[in-house]
């Protein structure tokens, strides 16, 4: 990734704003001044006067010892209201708990952001063999059944550049047709046992502009593994649609 000086101001400052707030959100948590000018090919000086109008707004944070920097609180306060304000949370946040309590399940409501599957809201459920499974709200799309059902209704663009990271287990085209048709998704997140179900929820246009998902761990092997997944399929399907002529400006 890489950028170029364009005069102070303007549309020019947005996007170098922007592009430095994308480096600072990859590798090491501080970075250094000369690092970030070089990786986004703008000059010292730009680099230091946009970091330094980030700072005031909090959105960038500087080390008072290294003097590198790193994201700043008021991006997480910004992303708290952009959350809290989301038409698709509000409707569906009267009936998670339900969901948790039907099924037992950690059940998640998930968005793909620029790539990345973001956890946009989290109940957790009882038949999980740890709080949960990680403390993080993002992960790539292909480590969660939520993250394919995402993926397979993304744009293409988006598709290439996550498969292109995925190594010699991407998956194929025809992989992307079965899961974007169909009904709900099942994958193993890890060793332990925990399962997740996803499932599209689609706007009243039809539109995929999220997934639902409930992550369990199986008690037993054998003919109930396929009850349990069909069981927490159903109390999402039946969500998605409770809630979907709601769903008119997500």
């Known amino acids: 990734m890489a950028g ?38 703008l000059s010292l000086a730009t680099t230091h006067r946009v970091l330094r109008s980030l700072a005031q707004a909090e959105l960038v944070s500087q080390h008072s010892q290294s003097s590198r920097y790193s994201l700043g609180p ?17 409707v569906l946040a009267p009936y998670l708990l339900e969901v948790r309590d039907n099924t037992k399940a ?52 988006t598709w290439d550049e996550v498969i292109a990271k995925a190594g010699p287990d991407a998956p194929t085209p025809a992989e992307r047709q079965q899961w974007s048709v169909a009904a709900h998704l099942v994958h193993v997140l890890d060793d332990s046992g925990e399962f997740q179900v996803a499932v599209p929820v689609r706007d009243v246009a039809g539109s995929v502009i999220a997934a639902i998902s409930g992550t369990a761990r199986l008690p037993f092997l054998g003919e109930q593994d396929q009850r349990l997944e069909e069981h927490i399929a159903r109390q999402l399907q039946r969500t998605v649609e409770m809630i979907r002529p709601s769903l008119t400006d997500s």
């Open 74 to 90: 008021g991006l997480f306060r910004l992303g708290v209201a952009y959350r809290d304000r989301l038409p698709l949370l509000q």
């Open 4 to 41: 170029e000086d364009i005069p102070k101001g303007g549309l020019g400052t947005v996007r170098n704003a922007t592009l430095l707030l994308q480096l600072l959100s990859e590798g090491d948590r501080y970075q250094a001044l000369s690092s970030l000018a070089e990786r986004s090919g």
């Open 106 to 157: 950690t059940i998640e409501v998930s968005l793909l952001v620029q790539g990345v599957v973001v956890v946009a809201d989290r109940v957790t459920g009882e038949n999980v063999t740890r709080v949960f499974r990680d403390n993080t709200s993002y992960h790539t799309p292909l480590k969660t059944a939520a993250g394919r059902v995402l993926l397979a209704h993304a744009d293409l663009d």
